[in-house]
């Protein structure tokens, strides 16, 4: 028997086939492009998402027995607002996840809506990333085109209904979208009022190991896939990841280092923070999770590296640096804005610290320790919960360099776990798919069978003493200037 897990993400689709004994035996990468039409708007055409996802499913199985594919389930970027009409045409390019036109809106509803009103409802503050702003900001701008809506899905939730015909989602992928109360574990009444949505407009609400529907005839023709083949729910890919590393159960803890950064602790109780700022959302697993998410991770390694000093060789650019704890230049890796802790659209990168002896080095060590300064802004208020971490696994493209992990390491305290397997959100909902498909009983037996521990990086005493004078030294530059950001 044999799984697929998609990881619908913001510059490529991955796809993984599963074998039935937890084993990966194929892989296949499709890109698509991305729109920034004006500054700070990122845009996607979910239809491309599908043509590329149904072209890299074709490739994934031609060398393997299709008759013996079972599942499907989806890890997909969250928030997104994704909108078809009376005739299931897409009417708008979907407005993604690190989208920030919807400031006012974010205003509005923390404001006037009220924050306290707000976590009451849904357990979470609104964000410009969040979809429920989005969806206002399109009721204002773009009138015409809102009273088209039929359906609201969030972007993978898009390929399960072209897939199946299945209209549905999962509860940790709605818990992004500030329309669901997060604690109950329905839409929240409320928050349709306040726009004027009819809960039909709204996805059916499922657990992501829940399966939804099977393979719609024409697409598995299509694909020349049985008809039979079962779609799962999924879930938001940083649920997901969670589960393709086994971050499930109580305190559990895992960061991702993808295009955007994330620190996401698992618990078996629903929990908010006073401030609201970490995300108090559903898991995958049934339970609840918090969730810090910094919009800029991996993406500003890489902004650094290949947009500035024009290399992609990152680990040539990591390897002369020596003096970790010990560097004056000090990066703020607000890109597009941030989100946990600061709620900021407004947010914009900056170097500080440099000098005449300042070199190479240190500007690239300098994004990798902002990072992770960044990281721990999120990990200071789950301690301030009583929430205890000693160790954490990583994933992401940005967890392949040793360097990042250990100072991922020494900056949080914390031993960072290297999974054998680190293929993220599509792992995860290649369990998903196989849960969901009955092999085995739940995700608990799934994940104790599947994910196993490479590689372990324990924090050093000499450099967590710098690291927390550093850190706390980072601490200061946010407050010092976010008033500039509002200039």
């Not at 990468?29 to 708007?41: H, L, Q, R, V």
């Not at 809506?149 to 299945?166: A, Q």
């Not at 000098?355 to 990990?379: C, H, I, K, W």
């Not at 493209?397 to 776990?417: D, F, P, Q, R």
Request: charge should be negative.
């Amino acid at each position: 028997m044999y799984f697929i897990g998609i990881d619908l993400g913001t510059s490529a689709v991955k796809m993984l086939l599963m074998r039935d004994d937890g084993k990966i035996v194929n892989s296949v990468t499709k890109s698509y492009p991305i729109s920034f039409p004006y500054t700070g708007w990122s845009e996607q055409n979910p239809e491309d998402w599908l043509r590329e996802t149904k072209r890299g499913l074709i490739e994934l199985m031609a060398e393997y027995p299709k008759e013996e594919l079972v599942g499907i389930s989806f890890g997909g970027q969250m928030h997104g607002l994704v909108v078809l009409d009376e005739n299931d045409r897409v009417i708008r390019p979907a407005i993604l996840w690190n989208d920030g036109r919807s400031s006012e809106e974010t205003e509005f509803l923390n404001t006037s809506v009220g924050r306290n009103v707000l976590s009451e409802r849904t357990a979470n503050i609104a964000f410009a990333g969040f979809t429920l702003p989005k969806i206002l900001w399109m009721k204002k701008h773009e009138p015409d085109l809102f009273s088209k809506i039929r359906r609201i899905m969030l972007p993978k939730d898009y390929l399960i209904y072209m897939l199946s015909g299945e209209f549905c989602t999962d509860f940790s992928d709605a818990s992004g979208t500030l329309l669901l109360d997060v604690k109950n574990r329905s839409w929240s009444k409320e928050m349709l009022e306040l726009c004027n949505l009819n809960i039909n407009q709204l996805p059916k609400l499922c657990e992501s190991y829940e399966q939804v529907g099977t393979l719609r005839k024409e697409v598995a023709e299509e694909l020349d896939f049985k008809p039979t083949v079962k779609i799962i729910a999924g879930a938001g890919d940083n649920a997901a990841a969670a589960i393709g590393t086994g971050t499930i159960g109580e305190g559990r803890c895992n960061i991702s280092l993808g295009t955007s950064g994330t620190i996401f602790i698992s618990s078996t109780h629903f929990k908010v923070d006073s401030f609201n700022a970490l995300h108090s959302f559903a898991h995958a697993d049934g339970n609840f999770h918090l969730m810090g998410c910094m919009l800029s991770a991996a993406s500003a390694n890489q902004w650094w590296c290949k947009n500035i000093l024009g290399t992609t060789h990152y680990d040539e650019e990591q390897a002369n640096i020596q003096k970790l704890g010990e560097n004056n230049v000090y990066f703020l890796p607000y890109l597009m804005g941030e989100r946990s802790p600061h709620n900021n659209p407004f947010a914009r990168a900056m170097f500080v610290g440099m000098s005449l002896d300042t070199n190479r080095e240190d500007m690239v060590q300098a994004v990798l320790e902002g990072v992770a300064f960044g990281l721990r802004d999120s990990f200071e208020i789950a301690r301030e919960l009583g929430i205890k971490v000693n160790r954490t696994k990583i994933c992401g493209g940005g967890a392949k360099s040793l360097l990042w992990c250990k100072i991922i390491a020494n900056v949080m305290n914390v031993t960072v776990e290297i999974p054998e397997q680190d293929e993220g959100p599509a792992l995860g909902a290649a369990i998903l798919a196989a849960v969901g498909s009955g092999l085995y009983q739940n995700l608990e037996s799934a994940v104790s069978r599947i994910v196993r521990v490479k590689d372990s990086i324990e924090p050093e005493e000499i450099l967590i003493e710098k690291y927390e004078r550093a850190y706390w030294n980072f601490r200061e530059l946010y407050p010092a200037i976010k008033d500039w950001y509002g200039k």
